[in-house]
């Protein structure tokens, strides 16, 4: 029984020292002290205090893992910023306009005051389905250097998802924020909520009231995890939505959120588009050099609209990746050293046509 005791005692002092070797919160120092107390009491009882030790040690393992004060440093270079944003978007002036605006501020408030901690707008990204909402969230975080998490919404019908599920259940954890932010270890991660519109029906009010306190900075520098039941501040974390309509989102979410519509290509745009950004990184993940695979100018109209309108450029970049691949068979089997698509071999390298 001795060495029983002695091994107990000696798990909840390995415990209290990983809680000293990490700066937390004061006041979640307190809570855990009050935890490290109920242990003390457990351990006449090897069975209780054991199970209970697991589960506090889970917890301490989540704490830990929070980056509570760890910040990225921003990237404020314009100029940087416009060359990344054109490499991954062709068009979309406005939009990247409004990001450059963002950038600037940031800068003139970090240098003129320092002190002041900065509310970031709340975008929302609003357009039909291929028209880059998610890529320029994307783009957003590589600009300033932060890192991205994201959280899709598409068929979300438990709240208990993005808001985590009390330690008193079996296999509790954190919620999808509080999953993220251990993930990036950083505290002002880019955050995006990907088709905020596209949540369960029977779920769609209790998620709404979740996001109306996640994108409020009023409130969400206090946001409250039901796993790790204390406030972890999200303030300085750039919220970015996206969704295909407005019209399932509640108002007081929308009243948070900064609409920026995402027009739709017209097929111009797309010929430019597949031309000089989809293709050149086919043909780099297909193996194969842009001498090997020449498509002929005319064709181009009609790997745009193989099967008629459509406002993005998900179907073009299928179809791109799809003459890559073919063209990659093609010279792998010997058959061929280079592909000219041409009205002779379209229907043969898009069967779909």
């Given at each position: 029984m001795e060495s029983e005791a002695l091994s107990v005692q000696q798990a909840i002092t390995n415990l209290t020292k990983r809680v000293e070797a990490v700066t937390l919160p004061p006041g979640?120092?307190?809570?855990?002290?009050?935890l490290f107390a109920q242990l003390e009491i457990n351990a006449?009882?090897?069975?209780?205090?054991?199970?209970?030790?697991?589960?506090?040690s889970k917890y301490i393992d989540w704490l830990i893992d929070i980056p509570w004060t760890s910040e990225s440093k921003d990237i404020l270079d314009l100029r940087f910023a416009t060359e990344k944003l054109n490499e991954n978007h062709y068009g979309l002036d406005s939009v990247k306009q409004r990001i450059l605006e963002y950038i600037s501020v940031i800068a003139l408030q970090k240098n003129r005051y320092p002190d002041q901690k900065l509310r970031a707008p709340i975008l929302l990204f609003v357009g039909l389905v291929g028209t880059g909402k998610t890529t320029m969230a994307k783009s957003i975080s590589d600009v300033l250097g932060r890192q991205l998490i994201r959280i899709p919404f598409g068929g979300l019908g438990d709240p208990l998802y993005l808001r985590g599920r009390s330690r008193n259940y079996p296999d509790?954890?954190?919620?999808?924020?509080?999953?993220?932010?251990?993930?990036?270890?950083?505290i002002n991660p880019v955050i995006l909520l990907d088709e905020i519109?596209?949540?369960?029906?029977?779920?769609?009010?209790?998620?709404?009231?979740?996001?109306?306190?996640?994108?409020?900075?009023?409130?969400?520098?206090?946001?409250?995890?039901?796993?790790?039941?204390?406030?972890?501040?999200?303030?300085?974390?750039?919220?970015v939505a996206t969704c295909n309509n407005t019209n399932r989102i509640a108002t007081a979410v929308m009243d948070r959120l900064e609409t920026i519509q995402m027009?739709?290509?017209?097929?111009?745009?797309?010929?430019?588009?597949?031309?000089?950004?989809?293709?050149?990184?086919?043909?780099?993940?297909?193996?194969?050099?842009?001498?090997?695979?020449?498509?002929?100018?005319?064709?181009?109209?009609?790997?745009?609209?193989?099967?008629?309108?459509?406002?993005?450029?998900?179907?073009?970049k299928r179809n791109i990746e799809g003459l890559c691949r073919?063209?990659?068979?093609?010279?792998?089997?010997?058959?061929?050293?280079?592909?000219?698509?041409?009205?002779?071999?379209?229907k043969y390298l898009m069967p779909q046509w």
């Open positions: 979640l120092k307190d809570k855990l002290a009050e006449h009882s090897e069975a209780t205090f054991w199970q209970n030790y697991q589960n506090v509790a954890e954190p919620g999808a924020i509080i999953r993220g932010l251990a993930q990036v270890k950083t519109d596209r949540v369960a029906d029977d779920a769609l009010n209790t998620i709404m009231g979740v996001l109306v306190e996640l994108l409020d900075p009023e409130q969400n520098n206090r946001f409250t995890d039901h796993y790790i039941d204390y406030p972890v501040d999200l303030s300085q974390a750039l919220f027009p739709s290509y017209t097929d111009e745009e797309k010929i430019a588009i597949g031309r000089d950004y989809l293709l050149p990184r086919a043909l780099k993940d297909s193996g194969i050099s842009k001498d090997e695979l020449v498509i002929s100018s005319d064709m181009w109209p009609q790997i745009v609209r193989p099967l008629g309108f459509d406002a993005g450029v998900r179907t073009l073919k063209t990659a068979l093609q010279i792998f089997e010997g058959k061929a050293q280079k592909i000219v698509v041409d009205a002779t071999n379209i």
